[in-house]
């Protein structure tokens, strides 16, 4: 058992998820990472590593009910309690209406708001027990918005926004800091950059500070975390200087 804090990124991706465990591997928490594929975390867990941090890679569909409970529970048995758990989960898809099916509706919902409810319920179970801890869920400008052909996308993380806000009422009385974060914006990524040249922008000649750097956002979390109970964030919605909102 490690007597560093522990932290839990569910959805511990390429970009955000990965910045965000390195900045918390920085700052001296033991990172668990949950993926549905996890051997794709090695390269992150290798580096963490080396870096002098602690790093820890976990199977997990988070969709999947039995996988859910199965890792925080190996985690809280072999590892440390959990002192924080981000949801970091995409589903960022378009589809427009017509052509979105039962299937793809089902399957983004799952990915972008199920699955956030069985993580925010594992975490709060095991940290209404030591009453305290911090949930956070990233959300994105379709928490709050719906745009055309990302009407699932929409759904989806406009069911997180309002399960983390009830959690929020429901746990913060008991000293669990419940958050949730509006990424309003395109992350720097190869993904993101993909959406452009597909609209016919060259992303490389977008002026500086168009895009979120990874970085900067794991910085947000890191520093939501460290806040005092008398002045807890529930909504932090992050934007480059340049986007219009």
């Known amino acids: 058992m490690t007597e560093k804090p522990v932290a839990l990124i569910v959805g511990a991706g390429d970009y955000i998820g990965a910045a965000i465990a390195k ?144 959690m929020a009422r429901e746990l913060g009385p008991e000293n669990i800091h419940v958050a949730h974060l509006v990424i309003d914006a395109g992350v720097d990524t190869a993904f993101v950059k993909e959406i452009y040249r597909k609209r016919g922008v060259d992303p490389d000649d977008l002026p500086p500070n168009s895009l979120m750097n990874p970085e900067s956002v794991a910085e947000a979390y890191w520093l939501l975390h460290h806040q005092t109970p008398d002045a807890w964030t529930f909504e932090l919605d992050l934007r480059p200087h340049r986007e219009k909102w």
């Open 23 to 166: 900045r918390f591997a920085k700052g001296g928490f033991t990172v668990c990472m949950g993926r549905r594929n996890s051997e794709k975390l090695a390269p992150l867990v290798t580096e963490i590593d080396a870096a002098g941090g602690e790093a820890h890679a976990f199977t997990m569909d988070a969709r999947d009910e039995d996988s859910v409970a199965s890792v925080f529970a190996e985690i809280e048995k072999t590892i440390g309690p959990l002192e924080l758990v981000i949801f970091n989960v995409g589903g960022n898809v378009f589809f427009p209406i017509r052509e979105t099916t039962s299937r793809v509706f089902r399957k983004v919902w799952e990915m972008s708001c199920f699955a956030g409810f069985l993580t925010g319920r594992e975490a709060a179970t095991y940290m209404g027990k030591r009453g305290k801890g911090s949930i956070f869920f990233t959300g994105a400008t379709a928490s709050v918005k719906g745009s055309s052909g990302f009407s699932a996308f929409a759904a989806g993380k406009h069911g997180l926004r309002a399960l983390a806000q009830s």
